[in-house]
């Protein structure tokens, strides 16, 4: 006993001057405390000490655990529907719930589909049912459907204008292949026409599809707000359609001229399957990762299967959340429009942005806003101050990115960044806008 008070004076010794001073004033408080302590008489106390016994439920028990003490913001539906939609986001019935994607540089299958909280088991069994799928080709279109629980229904991908292969999950959980051969004439067709009420009902008189005119407005997102386009502005598409006996199978944007206030806008096709203007330059506005100046930490990530340590529920968590300090600016990751800008519930102060038609992004638990709706923001603006308001266990930030209406993972997500074509890519591009735009007259 006497070697370990020797020890521990001893170490107090070695302590410079402020942090003794600091522990014995420490342990001088605590002695007080003690020997002060106020003395409760029960009269009718006995020597047995009183014990009461709690039994917690399972879903109690789930609040005792570390997880519990993240935040549980949770994105609810009526939030989802605070983003406004219009016309130009309509979707047919056979579309409504598939996600389409764009196959580009660098992209593999588990790439693609992780950054939508696919679950990777889904993603191998997708690669053991068919080989190829490792071997994706930039341009080759992936489209898939999700079932209400979040999981993969199917899969299907656009091989090339002849081959579609599609991926059907079976009763055992596995994936079932089936191949389909178009044996059609493909034909290329120019519509054109004039706004009048509407681009969407416009484009339809000129004998568009609903998927087609859905294509164009992606197409030209970045150049033109569609919402604002006048009476008496003319445009002219040039679609590659599959005839099949007399009826369209499938078709195939190949470019679009639009103009608007006596100004002529282009967007051509190449074979990467992007969208470029007549001298190969890219049209997509590039975006930052981080909404923030620099990068915080991450306290609760992505998970679209997500289990609410409070309540025992899968409840998604649709973004990602930073802890930050009180007041610290938040940024537009990218040019856009504010959509969003006030108090919603557990969602607290809150800001959504719309990038072009394809991508959405959202800031929530804010302690100030600094934008309001319809406001036009550049990548980088100041937008907000974090905070701590809705639903939160602590100061942070939930950021979000959407595209196509569907939550992605925002630090994994493949995001638009500014790109032109350059070597032999732009020279053969530049020798299929001479072929294109001759066809996209608009007298």
Known sequence: MQQIARSVALAFNSLPRPHRVMLGSLTVLTLTVAVWRPYVYHPESTSAPIVKTIELKKNEIRSLLPEASEPIDQTLPDEVEDIPQDDLDDKTASEAGVHEYVVSTGDTLSSILNQYGIDMGDISQLADADKELRNLKIGQQLSWTLTADGDLQRLTWEMSRRETRTYDRTESGAFKMSSELQQGDWVNTAMKGTVGGSFVGSAREAGLTNSEISSVIKAMQWQMDFRKLKKGDEFSVLMSREMLEGKQEQSQLLGVRLRSDGKDYYAIRAEDGKFYDRNGTGLAKGFMRFPTSKQFRVSSNFNPRRLNPVTGRVAPHKGVDFAMPQGTPVLSVGDGEVVVAKRSGAAGYYVAIRHGRTYTTRYMHLRKLLVKEGQKVKRGDRIALSGNTGRSTGPHLHYEVWINQQAVNPL??????????????????????????????LD
């Open 412 to 441: 994994t997500a493949k995001l638009p960044r500014t790109e032109g074509l350059t070597g032999s890519d732009r020279k053969d591009y530049l020798a299929q806008v001479k072929e294109v735009v001759p066809q996209l007259t």
